[in-house]
């Protein structure tokens, strides 16, 4: 199966989209891997709420499931789908065009300006 | 459909490929348009190093030298961690045309995976600071 790489940075897209997605991942990435509980103690949303959101995130790959003490699930952030996204935002922060301008400026300008 | 592997563009400059030339491989010609410092070491494997002001930065390598038509080199992909091995590959083509001069600039790799990234992408790393911190803990433990 080829890598289907713009699909995995849509569903990143998507997952991001979502503010309390968005906290959940922070949460993880400031505090390390955590239980839906202590997410809850940690995030102005319930526990339910949480464990829909850790749900989609782990099918997208964002978090991964591991098993945490007293037998309670524990998620920790999983960075790959983020690389792919990251590489399809680079492609659109390249911005060729304003270099280019930039460039066709700078051997518009005075001769005598440059030494 | 949208995740560009390739980009590419192609502006006509009314000025000889000399000047282009020296505007792509020059430390003063580099600064007066891509950066607002730079530093270059001309030759294949050599470096390039651009700064902006207020901050940041990129290194380039040097890939291909063919003065004065094609100048290559490549550089880190924007936003992957520093020591990220990928890198995307950028040419400047220049032909002439009439007195002016045809420049041509492909930057090409941003969808390149390692063999093993599809993989990754839902596998995770388990890597990284969680193995470094429980060798860590197994080195602390073990003195």
Do not use: C
């Amino acid at each position: 199966m080829p890598p289907d790489i713009e699909a995995i940075a849509e569903q990143v897209f998507v997952a991001l989209a979502d503010p309390t997605r968005r906290g959940i991942l922070a949460a993880l990435a400031s505090g390390g891997p955590a239980t839906a509980t202590d997410l809850a103690e940690r995030l102005p949303i319930t526990r339910q709420a949480i464990a829909k959101h850790l749900a989609l995130l782990a099918e997208v790959g964002l978090v991964t499931a591991e098993p945490g003490e007293r037998r309670r699930v524990r998620y920790r952030l999983n960075s790959g789908p983020m690389q792919v996204a990251q590489q399809f935002l680079a492609s659109l922060a390249r911005d060729w065009d304003d270099r280019l301008d930039a460039l066709t400026r700078q051997l518009e300008r005075p001769r005598a300006v440059r030494p | 459909m949208g995740f560009p592997d390739r980009i590419e563009r192609t502006v006509e400059l009314a000025h000889p490929r000399a000047s282009v030339w020296a505007a792509l491989t020059t430390a003063e010609g580099l600064a007066g348009w891509f950066g607002n410092e730079a530093q270059i070491d001309l030759r294949v494997g050599g470096s390039v190093r651009m700064t902006w002001t207020g901050g940041p930065s990129a290194d380039m390598r040097i890939e291909r030298i063919e003065e004065p038509s094609v100048f290559g080199f490549t550089w880190h992909i924007y936003g992957l961690p520093e020591d990220d091995p990928r890198r995307t590959y950028v040419e400047f083509t220049l032909e002439p045309v009439g007195k002016g001069t045809r420049l041509t600039v492909v930057e090409s790799g941003f969808a390149q995976l390692p063999e093993d990234g599809y993989r990754k992408a839902f596998d995770g790393n388990t890597e990284g600071w969680a193995s470094e911190l429980s060798d860590l803990v197994e080195y602390l433990n073990a003195t």
